[in-house]
């Protein structure tokens, strides 16, 4: 069954009248009639079976049952991800939708390529937002993953203070002497998970040692020398399975 997002705020009683995106896939992509099915996400984790009542510029559907749902993970993972070029930073963030990170925060540091200035910015953010509806509804995941614009890496370290049950990993490609095994940590005792890495350049050491300081474990992936958003993808699967995810 097809599934569509849909603003609470357009939502009265059992009646919502979606927005002119959503409805323009309903009419011009699928044509979809009155009568017709669809399930229905708020992007906070509700899910609903609904019918199609009217079909126009904004389609209208009432609910007809709300649909159970287990999917949410028992702890939640915040990917923080040095800003990457283009389609790179895209695939990312499909992925980790995909992969049930609960939030992404982006940030600029020394080696990103461009400015600050130049990755801000209201259509990006759209766009990746929409990035994240699409591989939600690809996977069938009912809310969506949080998307913070980017922020400077330093006051970024500031955001996360150090609490009980917060595990912080840094994934860090000189990382020589610490890998996940010398990391100790007891599963059940894990109540949030975050998972930082940086851009296509790296981190410098001055960097890193900044993290430290600021609570972040650096670790290492390995020996071999991966893509960035290869990195990514695995540190993200890697922990999942960690903290009883997957």
Sequence with gaps: MRRFFFDKADREGDSIILDEGESRHITRVLRLEPGAEVELLDGEGGLYRAC???????????IVEVLPDDSTDRVPVTVVQGHLKGKKLELVIQKCTELGVSSMDLFWSSRCQGKLDD?????????????????????????????????????????????????????????RTTS?????????????????????GGLTEQ????????????????????????????????????????
């Design 52 to 62: 199609i009542e009217t079909v126009t510029k904004r389609v209208k559907v009432n």
């Design 119 to 175: 990755i801000r910015g209201g259509k990006k953010l759209e766009r990746y937002q929409r990035i994240v509806e699409s591989a939600c509804k690809q996977c069938y995941r009912p809310d969506l993953m949080g998307l913070r614009e980017a922020v400077d890496f330093y006051q970024l370290l500031d955001l996360y203070e150090n609490k009980p049950g917060r595990l912080k990993l840094l994934f860090w490609e000189e990382e």
């Design 180 to 200: 996940l095994r010398d990391i100790s940590f007891n599963e059940d005792e894990v109540s949030e998970l975050m998972v930082l890495l940086g851009p296509e």
């Design 207 to 246: 960097e890193v040692q900044a993290a430290r300081d600021a609570g972040w474990h650096s670790v290492s992936l390995g020996k071999r020398i991966l893509r960035a958003e290869t990195a990514t993808i695995t540190a993200v699967s890697i922990g999942q399975y960690l903290v009883g995810n997957i």
